[in-house]
T-cell receptor, first 116, second 119 residues
Framework: GAVVSQHPSWVICKSGTSVKIECRSLDFQATTMFWYRQFPKQSLMLMAT?????????EQGVEKDKFLINHASLTLSTLTVTSAHPEDSSFYIC????????????FGPGTRLTVL | SQKIEQNSEALNIQEGKTATLTCNYTNYSPAYLQWYRQDPGRGPVFLLL?????KEKRKERLKVTFDTTLKQSLFHITASQPADSATYLCALVLGGADFRTSGTYKYIFGTGTRLKVLA
């Protein structure tokens, strides 16, 4: 199946700094990528839908100025957490969809962000 | 209000038995319903999709049913093995008419059920 990578796999940063997370589709082109956040023992919460070459669509309650998403190419989307605070600590996962019949999403391995 | 719930936070069963997980939703009209497996610290992995006009779908030891009247899906793992221990998530695949999307579809995930198969 298709492979999606994320980098870094984990990051620890000080409060107030910005962190960039990369999501790459390694062997297919992804016109749409999704960014999720997952807190411990909770389900995936969709943050935004990212389309190549256009602005991301953010879910209600997600601050677009805090979570900057860029989908500059068909294989790369980035999420930047700006001015991170401890409450932003979470597991961030990206996925890329396919246009096939199964509407299968291929998920990256996730990035564990810890803000001190 | 709209919500999607899975039956229990954790389910323990004996090896060899059939595990049955439940996914219930309200106030959604999904085009499809999917099931994913998620291991700790990893991203989910797609298992099965069932369409709104399908009643049942099978794949090896997995079986999914979908009742759009009850707004419920059941996920069965037969002859369960300790390696099946993981969290299982259901996801509704919604067409653009249901929600504001920039893509064609949007995915809403359930709360997940942690399955533990005891040897």
């Amino acid at each position: 199946g298709a492979v999606v990578s994320q980098h870094p796999s984990w990051v620890i940063c000080k409060s107030g700094t910005s962190v960039k997370i990369e999501c790459r589709s390694l062997d297919f082109q992804a016109t749409t990528m999704f960014w999720y956040r997952q807190f411990p023992k909770q389900s995936l919460m969709l943050m935004a839908t990212s389309n190549e070459g256009s602005k991301a669509t953010y879910e209600q309650g997600v601050e677009k100025d805090k979570f900057l998403i860029n989908h500059a190419s068909l294989t790369l989307s980035t999420l930047t957490v700006t001015s991170a605070h401890p409450e932003d600590s979470s597991f961030y996962i990206c996925s890329a969809g396919t246009s096939g019949g199964a509407h299968e999403q291929f998920f990256g391995p996730g990035t564990r962000l810890t803000v001190l | 209000s709209q919500k999607i719930e899975q039956n229990s936070e954790a389910l323990n069963i004996q090896e060899g038995k059939t595990a049955t997980l439940t996914c219930n939703y309200t106030n959604y009209s999904p085009a499809y319903l999917q099931w994913y497996r998620q291991d700790p610290g990893r991203g989910p992995v797609f298992l099965l999709l069932i369409r709104e006009n399908e009643k049942e779908k099978r794949k090896e030891r997995l079986k999914v049913t979908f009742d759009t009247t009850l707004k419920q899906s059941l996920f069965h793992i037969t002859a369960s093995q300790p390696a099946d221990s993981a969290t299982y998530l259901c996801a509704l695949v919604l067409g653009g008419a249901d929600f504001r999307t920039s893509g064609t579809y949007k995915y809403i995930f359930g709360t997940g059920t942690r399955l533990k198969v005891l040897a």
